[in-house]
C-alpha cells in the first residue's frame, strides 16, 4: 500500500499536468505522512544535500558554454561544414540535419539545446525547399535526442554523481552509441528521402570546399577535445572542464568569430540561471524522493522481484528497457535517473552490465523519451519551431522512434558499443 499510494499519486500528479519537481516533492510528503513517523524535515534536508556536490557545477557550466557556442556562430559553421560533407546525397539537408545535431551533441549536453538550436536554422531551411513540414519538425526533435548520448551529457553527469561512477568514462562511452543512434537516423532520412523524392543540395564536396569548412568550423571541434581530453587525461575534473568549456566558447565567440555581443551573452546567462535552477530544484527534490526510497527499501524488493521473473540476461534487459521506455515517456530524464538508477544499477550488474555500460543504456532510454508523448518534451520544442500542430509529425516520428529502437537494442546487447573506447583508452 505504501508504495501504491508514492507511486500512485506521482502518475495521478504526472497525468494532472503538475511540473515533475512539485509531483516529487508532493507524493513524497502524501507517503510520509500517511506510512511514516519520518519528520518532513527530512524532504528538505536530503533536498539541500543532494545538491550540495562539486560535481553538480558542471551542469550550469554546461549549460552556459551550450547558449554561448549557439549564439557565438559556432552552429553556423557546423551546418556550413555538415552541408559540405552530406547535402549532395539524397535527402541532403535532413542529413546536414542529422549530422549538425551530431556535432553540436558534443557542444551542448542538452536534448532540447540542440533542438531548439539546430532546429531553428534547419526546419525552415527545409520548408523553404520543398521538404513536408512535419518531417522537418519531428527529424530536428529525433535528432536532438542525441544531445544527451554524446558527450558531454548532462544526465550523465547525474548519473554519475548518483552512482559513483567515473564521469569520464560515462562520457567516453557515450561517444559510438550516440553514433550508432545518428546513423540509424541517417538511414530513415535516406529512405523517406528516397520515396518523397528530396534531393541533395546543389554543392558537390571537393576538396576545397571542404577544407575550407573545416578550417572555418575548426574552433567548434576543438572544443571536445579540450573537454574530453582533460578529463579522461586527468588534468581537470567534469567540473572544471565545463568552466574551461565556458571560457573557450567566450573566446572563440568574441575573439574569433567577433559574433559574441553584449546582448547575447547576457541572454545565454539569462537562459542558463532559468534552465539550472528548474534543473536543481527537480535534483533536490527527487533526492529526497531517492532517499526516501532507499529508507523504506524498495530497491531490494524491485531487485528480489526482477530476480524472480527470469534468470535469462536477454529477457531481463529487455524488461528493464521497456520499463525505461515507458518513464521516460513520462517524467523527465534528471528526476527518472536520481530515483531509478539505484534501483536498477544492482540487478544489471548482476547480469553481467558494467555500471558504466547501463548508465548509457538509461540514458539513451530516456532520451527516447524526449520524442515520446505525452512527456516528448522535443515534440514541442520542434512543433514551436515549424509552427505546426504536433499530428503533423506523427507518422514521421514512428519511423524514426523505431531506427532509435534498433540503435538502443544494439547498445544494450553488444557490450563493445559502450566499453570500446573506454578500454581502449585506458
Not at 552512482?163 to 523517406?192: D, H, T, W
Not at 572563440?252 to 539550472?276: C, H, M, P, Q, S
Not at 524522493?289 to 534468470?311: K, N
Request: glycine share 8%; with cysteine.
Amino acid at each position: 500500500m505504501e508504495f501504491t499510494v508514492l507511486f500512485g499519486s506521482f502518475l495521478v500528479l504526472i497525468l494532472l499536468t503538475v511540473p515533475v519537481g512539485y509531483v516529487i516533492g508532493i507524493s513524497t510528503l502524501i507517503t510520509l505522512y500517511f506510512f511514516s513517523d519520518i519528520s518532513f524535515v527530512m524532504i528538505s534536508q536530503n533536498a539541500v544535500a543532494g545538491v550540495d556536490s562539486f560535481s553538480l557545477l558542471a551542469i550550469p557550466f554546461f549549460i552556459l558554454a551550450g547558449s554561448l557556442m549557439s549564439a557565438g556562430g559556432l552552429v553556423k559553421r557546423l551546418l556550413n561544414f555538415a552541408n559540405i560533407c552530406v547535402g549532395a546525397v539524397t535527402g541532403g539537408l535532413a542529413m546536414v540535419t542529422t549530422v549538425t545535431c551530431m556535432f553540436f551533441a558534443a557542444l551542448s549536453g542538452s536534448a532540447v539545446a540542440t533542438t531548439s538550436a539546430v532546429g531553428s536554422f534547419m526546419i525552415p531551411a527545409m520548408k523553404e525547399k520543398g521538404y513536408d513540414e512535419g518531417f522537418a519538425a519531428a527529424l530536428a526533435a529525433a535528432a536532438g535526442t542525441i544531445g544527451i548520448i554524446i558527450p558531454p551529457s548532462i544526465p550523465l553527469v547525474i548519473y554519475g554523481v548518483v552512482v559513483g561512477a567515473s564521469i569520464g568514462e560515462l562520457f567516453i562511452a557515450g561517444i559510438i552509441p550516440g553514433i550508432i543512434m545518428g546513423l540509424a537516423i541517417l538511414i530513415v532520412c535516406y529512405v523517406i528521402s528516397k520515396k518523397k523524392g528530396y534531393r541533395g543540395t546543389a554543392e558537390k564536396l571537393t576538396l576545397k570546399s571542404f577544407s575550407h569548412s573545416f578550417v572555418d568550423a575548426i574552433w567548434a571541434f576543438m572544443a571536445p577535445g579540450i573537454i574530453l581530453g582533460g578529463i579522461y587525461w586527468g588534468i581537470c575534473t567534469p567540473t572544471e572542464a565545463a568552466v574551461i568549456a565556458v571560457l573557450y566558447s567566450l573566446f572563440t565567440g568574441v575573439v574569433i568569430y567577433r559574433e559574441l555581443t553584449f546582448a547575447k551573452i547576457y541572454d545565454a546567462f539569462v537562459e542558463t540561471l532559468t534552465v539550472n535552477g528548474a534543473t536543481t530544484f527537480m535534483v533536490g527534490l527527487s533526492m529526497a524522493f531517492a532517499s526516501y526510497l532507499i529508507m523504506a527499501g524498495l530497491p531490494q524488493q524491485i531487485a528480489a522481484f526482477l530476480i524472480s521473473i527470469t534468470d535469462s540476461r536477454i529477457v531481463l534487459f529487455m524488461i528493464v528497457n521497456l520499463f525505461l521506455l515507458a518513464v521516460g515517456s513520462l517524467i523527465d530524464p534528471i528526476p527518472a535517473i536520481i530515483i531509478l538508477a539505484p534501483i536498477l544499477l544492482p540487478v544489471m550488474t548482476k547480469f553481467g552490465m558494467s555500471p558504466v555500460t547501463f548508465g548509457v543504456v538509461l540514458v539513451a532510454n530516456l532520451a527516447i523519451g524526449y520524442i515520446t508523448p505525452p512527456y516528448g518534451v522535443n515534440l514541442f520544442v520542434a512543433m514551436a519551431v515549424a509552427k505546426i500542430p504536433m499530428e503533423r509529425m506523427f507518422k514521421y516520428i514512428v519511423a524514426l522512434f523505431f531506427a532509435m529502437l534498433v540503435a538502443l537494442i544494439l547498445i544494450t546487447y553488444c557490450d563493445s558499443a559502450t566499453m570500446h573506447l573506454v578500454r581502449f583508452l585506458k
